[in-house]
């Protein structure tokens, strides 16, 4: 049986662009390479959208944040709806100051920003956001509060507090079963 035709040329563009962009790097204490968590967004946007500009904005979702890529060059690439939700899904570090230093200014800002995001830049958002508590799910099981020792904020009631604010900002996406997954592990992590 023939497989049904769909034009998925700006994603396979994307994804080739953003796994150039992550070249040689790992994810952040995980030990595998980085490009798999944009492909498990990829895979999550996937599940609530078909819309290949969303999806290719997921495959490219922290090119800006974390690579030399700038937002121009994904505005030039991908067009101007790519780059608007690669830039809603970008953290602004404060030159000169630690991330570290910044990182509640900058979390609050990202939950503030994504609360009053079309539904579009909250579809690509929940991809990022529920593969990072998938992967802080893990990690949870195998090495329990430890985890927390991984990130620039080692105190787990802030990361409780960050992640059940995205939950509300990205409330708009109740109704599908990436919500529910990142609620429920969300809820898995942090129970009381």
């Given amino acids: 049986m023939a497989n049904k035709y769909m034009d ?6 994307a994804i080739i662009f953003a796994v150039k962009a992550h070249h040689n790097s790992e994810r952040r204490g995980k030990g595998f390479p980085y490009i798999v968590h944009p492909m498990e967004a990829v895979e999550i ?3 609530i959208t078909s819309d290949q500009e969303l999806l290719a904005a997921a495959a ?3 090119t800006v944040e974390d690579t ?3 937002l121009e060059d994904i505005r030039h690439e991908f067009g101007d ?3 608007s939700i690669v830039e809603a899904e970008s953290d602004k570090n404060i030159e000169g100051v630690s991330e570290t230093d910044t990182w509640m200014e900058r979390k609050q800002t990202a939950i503030d920003r ?12 929940m991809g990022d956001k529920l593969s990072n508590m998938r992967a802080i799910y893990r990690d949870y099981l195998t090495k329990g509060d430890s985890l927390w020792q991984i990130f620039h904020v080692s105190d787990k009631s ?8 995205l939950a509300e900002s990205l409330s708009d996406l109740s109704d599908t079963f990436a919500y529910k997954e990142f609620t429920g592990l969300i809820d898995k992590v942090f129970r009381k």
């Fill in 8 to 13: 998925t040329d700006l994603l396979d563009r």
């Fill in 45 to 47: 946007v996937a599940t």
């Fill in 60 to 62: 490219l979702h922290d």
């Fill in 68 to 70: 030399d890529v700038t």
């Fill in 81 to 83: 709806r790519v780059a």
């Fill in 114 to 125: 994504l609360r009053q995001a079309p539904l579009d830049a909250k579809i690509v958002a």
């Fill in 158 to 165: 802030v990361h409780e507090w960050r992640y059940r604010k």
